[in-house]
């Protein structure tokens, strides 16, 4: 069955006609021919940077001691308050002293006793040798009065040892402060049983001089061997607590562990600081700020310009019209931006907006750059 289309239906579906086949050759026309990408750029500068790497580190005392009796018995007198400062040599614990004090005086007796046999049988001997050189007694009887000197003069060194053992736990018996410091909370009370070497007491941390022991990777070990080597700048080392304030005293690079450990292969780094006001606690979590190579006028950029890729880091830079892909080596990032250790140098101009739609040789439609922001403090 035929049907007559009318001259005005037929204009109609010309004019759409040609108006679709339009749209599909024009849309994708521009999009082939690769028109600029509008970007925005910076123009890299140099800018003063105080470059820090942060750790995580945890205070210790440079002496710390666990008290723990070397003779059992009952507490009987505690002396010190619970984190109370402490001197050197003064009192903190008694044990029950009645038997440590009677064993001493029983040796004691002993001593004495033992002395006194002593002294007859020398006296027995003398007697015994002179009546041997005018022969009136037989030489064998001279024989057993030496043996028996002897055999006294053992019982007497016998006896005094046991005076230095029974003195020894009597001294025992009473726990002084090895060193001056801080005490803890005390794990006993008086009335508690104690056990040589097993309940433990209390334990006592110096106030002086503290250590801050952090982690590094085994790859940062030459250069924290060239810091433990070299001079140490004043401000090397400082510490940040966890409410984001600063500790005021720097510290020094005291010691670095023998070995890296096999299974993480990370080693123990130890920084001592003065601790003058006691702020640094046993235990306490800090965060360790390091100086790193990135001090000085360094060139930087917008993080955001950065792209990663299989590993490496680069940055569109412009060149004329079109843009080429630049690898850089990263070093500290702070606040928004970032140094580049190479790869830029200053008035560079590199895209920071845009890049996403950009790929090697791409031509570029430069936008207004970004106002370059002041110097800031690495982090």
């Known amino acids: 069955m035929k049907r007559n289309l009318s001259p005005l239906a037929l204009a109609f579906f010309a004019s759409a006609l040609l108006y679709s086949c339009g749209n599909k050759e024009g849309a994708p026309q521009g999009a082939m021919m690769g028109g600029p990408v509008p970007v925005n750029t910076y123009t890299v500068m140099q800018e003063r940077v105080v470059g820090t790497d942060t750790y995580p580190g945890t205070v210790v005392p440079l002496s710390e001691v666990e008290l723990r009796p070397q003779v059992s018995g009952y507490i009987t007198q505690i002396f010190v308050k619970d984190g109370q400062r402490v001197t050197k040599g003064q009192k ?23 002395q006194a046999n002593l002294n007859r049988v020398q006296k027995d001997l003398e007697r015994y ?68 070497g097993q309940t433990l007491l209390n334990t006592i941390s110096s106030d002086g001089p503290t250590a801050v022991d952090f982690v590094i990777n085994e790859t940062e070990l030459p250069r924290f061997n060239r810091l433990q080597q070299g001079k140490q700048p004043d401000s090397l080392f400082t510490l940040s607590f966890s409410d984001g304030s600063t500790y005021p005293h720097t510290g020094k690079l005291s010691a670095i562990d023998r070995a890296i450990g096999t299974q993480t292969g990370t080693i123990t780094v130890r920084v001592s600081f003065p601790n003058p006001d006691r702020q640094l606690v046993s235990g306490m979590t800090v965060s360790v700020n390091v100086l790193n190579q990135d ?19 680069f940055v569109y830079k412009v060149q004329g019209d079109s843009v080429q892909q630049q690898n ?13 250790r190479e790869g830029l140098n200053a008035g560079d101009v590199i895209v920071v907006e845009g890049i996403q739609k950009l790929r090697q040789g791409a031509k570029v439609q430069v936008g207004a750059a970004p106002a370059a922001g002041p110097a800031a403090g690495a982090r």
Do not use: C, H, M, W
């Open 92 to 114: 903190l614990y008694e044990i029950d002293r009645t038997k440590y004090q009677a064993a001493y005086n029983q040796a004691q007796a002993q001593v004495r006793s033992a």
């Open 129 to 196: 040798e002179n009546l041997a050189k005018q022969d009136a007694i037989a030489r064998q009887r001279v024989d057993y009065a030496r043996a028996d000197v002897e055999t006294a003069r053992a019982q007497v060194a016998v006896a005094r040892s046991q005076v230095a053992s029974a003195a020894t736990d009597l001294g025992y018996s009473i726990i002084n402060a090895p060193f001056s410091g801080t005490i803890g909370i005390s794990q006993v009370r008086v009335g508690s049983q104690v056990s040589p």
């Open 295 to 313: 001090i000085g006028q360094q060139i930087t950029l917008p993080f955001k310009a950065v792209t990663e890729q299989l590993g490496e880091y």
């Open 328 to 340: 850089i080596q990263l070093g500290t990032r702070f606040q928004d931006k970032i140094v580049a």
